[in-house]
Structures are given as C-alpha cells and as structure tokens.
C-alpha cells in the first residue's frame, strides 16, 4: 500500500500559479502510476493528469490545454503538478492517486491522498 500526501495548494489570483507536490511513503511510486484529480463543490471528481512509472506515459484532462505540467521524481518518491494561468474555474481540491496502470479512471486508483485546496480568486 501507498500513503499519499498533499500539499501546495492555497489562494492565488486568477492567472497565477501554483505547484502541487505529492510525498508517497510505504512502496516506492516507481511501480505505480501516479494521477492527479480535482473535485469542485458539489461537483464530480475529475482526472487532471497522470504519469507512468519511467516519465514517458503522461497524459492530461482535455481542460488542462498546456496549462499543467505533471512530473515526478522517484529518488524522492514525489510527484508533482505545476499549475500556470490558474482561473476561477481551477478551484477545488486536488489529490494524488497511485494506479497499477494508466487510466483517467478514478476507479483504477487504489491510495490516494487527503487532497489540498486550490483556491483562484478573480
């Protein structure tokens, strides 16, 4: 099992921008797959980007539109979200997921994190 945890989310004015780290602990996140998901109030979680165990699989949501870039360092078992040109619509909370293989599925995650809150004021 992996432990998954947050953090860098906070309160930025729309056009900032933010990085999101995610410190995995338990099994190195080599093996896995590692996603990034965002959930709105009252809204459904929705996939924001994954990368494969080597760094070449990596693939995002169709609203991130180059805004994101999803990375990952294994010496350091953490991966990490870069957020640029963050709008109001980019508000809510964001976890971390680790997968056995790729997916945008939700369901193919098996740990994930508390999540972090991402707040874009206009």
């Known amino acids: 099992q992996v432990q998954l945890v947050e953090s860098g989310g906070g309160m930025v004015q729309a056009g900032g921008s933010l990085r999101l780290s995610c410190a995995a602990s338990?099994?190195?996140?080599?093996?896995?797959?590692m996603g990034w998901f965002r959930q709105a109030p009252g809204e459904e979680r929705e996939f924001v980007a994954a990368?494969?165990?080597?760094?070449?699989?990596?693939f995002y949501g169709d609203f991130v539109k180059g805004r994101f870039t999803i990375s990952r360092d294994n010496g350091q078992n953490t991966v990490y979200l870069q957020m640029n040109s963050l709008s109001p619509e980019d508000t809510g909370v964001y976890y971390c997921?680790?997968?056995?293989?790729?997916?945008?599925?939700?369901?193919?995650?098996?740990?994930w994190g508390q999540g972090t809150q991402v707040t874009v004021s206009s």
């Open positions: 338990g099994r190195t996140i080599s093996e896995h797959v």
């Open positions: 990368i494969g165990w080597s760094g070449p699989i990596i």
């Open positions: 997921a680790s997968a056995f293989s790729p997916s945008k599925r939700g369901a193919d995650y098996h740990s």
